[in-house]
């Protein structure tokens, strides 16, 4: 069972995406929501680009021995506001990055079969030139979007 969150704008694309169920990231009772469409007593799995924002939230919305992989984050001091959660429930995390992946090319090339088989799609969001890559990079941290911004030569 997959549940994503995500801006109002974007639920439809997130479910056709595969989506079970599509929360709006700012409602104000997020975390009930979120343990509430979840089965059992929590979240098993979350992946999150945004750990300096939600680890807190991540451990409190977890499952007994629910896992976190962090993908990313804006601030290098990620921590938790209060670890016992996150110690209470046995949580699991595990920091990620794709700047230390030692071969890049076998994944690469299974998304390369993939996309060619009309298995696998990217969406572009925004495309910018060159010039513009100062402009991707503000987006990129401020600005909400679906897919990928993409730079072009």
């Known amino acids: 069972r997959v549940i994503a969150t995500a801006a109002p704008d974007y639920h439809d694309r997130v479910a056709e995406l595969g989506a079970d169920v599509v929360l709006?990231?700012?409602?104000?009772?997020?975390a009930d929501a979120v343990v509430g469409a979840a089965t059992g007593d929590g979240v098993d799995l979350t992946l999150d680009h945004r750990l300096d924002d939600y680890l807190q939230f991540d451990a409190?919305?977890?499952?007994?021995?629910?896992?976190?992989?962090?993908?990313?984050?804006?601030?290098?001091?990620?921590?938790?506001?209060?670890?016992?959660?996150a110690r209470g429930k046995d949580l699991s995390?595990?920091?990620?990055?794709?700047?230390?992946?030692?071969?890049?090319?076998?994944?690469?090339?299974?998304?390369?079969?993939?996309?060619?088989?009309?298995?696998?799609?990217?969406?572009?969001?925004?495309?910018?030139?060159?010039?513009?890559?100062?402009?991707?990079?503000?987006?990129?941290?401020?600005?909400?979007?679906?897919g990928k911004l993409v730079i072009t030569p």
């Open 24 to 30: 709006d990231y700012a409602r104000d009772d997020l």
């Open 60 to 85: 409190d919305v977890a499952a007994h021995g629910g896992r976190v992989v962090g993908i990313g984050e804006n601030d290098p001091e990620v921590g938790f506001d209060l670890s016992s959660s």
């Open 93 to 146: 995390l595990t920091m990620m990055s794709m700047f230390n992946t030692p071969d890049l090319s076998a994944p690469l090339r299974e998304l390369a079969g993939q996309m060619g088989a009309g298995e696998f799609e990217i969406d572009v969001a925004r495309t910018y030139d060159l010039d513009e890559a100062a402009e991707a990079h503000r987006a990129v941290m401020e600005d909400s979007f679906l």
